[in-house]
């Protein structure tokens, strides 16, 4: 079956600016969770989101948001885009927020800011 | 602050065993041990998760420590595909499914 999917894959924007970025789980998974990855910073946790509601929050600024929709996809947005946001943003699905179920990843969207 | 240690790098010769080591003294009782890699540019790339039970799929095996403080990753026949930086996670457990990554061992195989 189809893994996380992810998009877009690339993008360019401008400082200042927004972006949102899409999530498709794997298919019958309900948790769906975003990542930040940078070369400074690594893999930090940004939130999860289950049956539509942000059950667990990274230490991120206000400007990172996020949803879920009743379909268990899931969307972030950040707003008034900064250098520093230039990063591979990773989402990561599972059935459920229990712990010991598998997590899988996407490919990520590769976010330039400029 | 990620719960787990590993060595930033090893090398490993095309065909043999590499076993990847993990401490994770402070694990708590009901806290699984994850294994993720990750190929440069790539998503983390799942590879196998146990609670205390020795584990084994199709990509590797994952042996605990009788008191769990510890773990390895043992991928039996290494190749070239094999290169890539691994992960090893306790997750929080509970009702999240966050995961605190560390910064990883570089595994580089080589031919």
């Known amino acids: 079956k189809a893994g996380v999917t992810q998009t877009p894959r690339y993008l360019i924007k401008t400082r200042g600016q927004q972006v949102t970025l899409s999530c498709s789980p794997i298919?019958?998974?309900?948790?769906v969770s975003w990542y930040q990855q940078t070369p400074g910073q690594g893999l930090q946790f940004l939130f999860e989101y289950f049956s539509e509601t942000q059950r667990n929050k990274g230490n991120f600024p206000g400007r990172f948001s996020g949803r879920q929709f009743s379909n268990s996809r899931s969307e972030m947005n950040v707003s008034t885009l900064e250098l520093g946001d230039s990063a591979l943003y990773l989402c990561?699905?599972?059935?459920?927020?229990?712990?010991?179920?598998?997590?899988?990843f996407g490919e990520g969207s590769w976010l330039t800011v400029v | 602050d990620a719960k787990t240690t590993q060595p930033p790098s090893m090398d490993c010769a095309e065909g043999r065993a590499a076993n990847l080591p993990c401490n994770h003294s402070t694990i708590s009782g009901n806290e699984y041990v994850y294994w993720y890699r990750q190929i440069h540019s790539q998503g983390p790339q799942y590879i196998i998760h146990g609670l205390k039970n020795n584990e084994t799929n199709e990509m590797a095996s994952l042996i605990i420590t009788e008191d769990r403080k510890s773990s390895t990753l043992i991928l039996p026949h290494a190749t070239l595909r094999d290169t890539a930086v691994y992960y090893c996670?306790?997750?929080?457990?509970?009702?999240?499914?966050?995961?605190?990554f560390g910064t990883g061992t570089l595994l580089a195989v080589q031919p």
């Open positions: 996670i306790v997750s929080t457990g509970g009702a999240t499914n966050k995961l605190i």
């Open positions: 298919s019958g998974h309900r948790s």
């Open positions: 990561a699905s599972s059935l459920g927020p229990e712990a010991g179920n598998t997590i899988y």
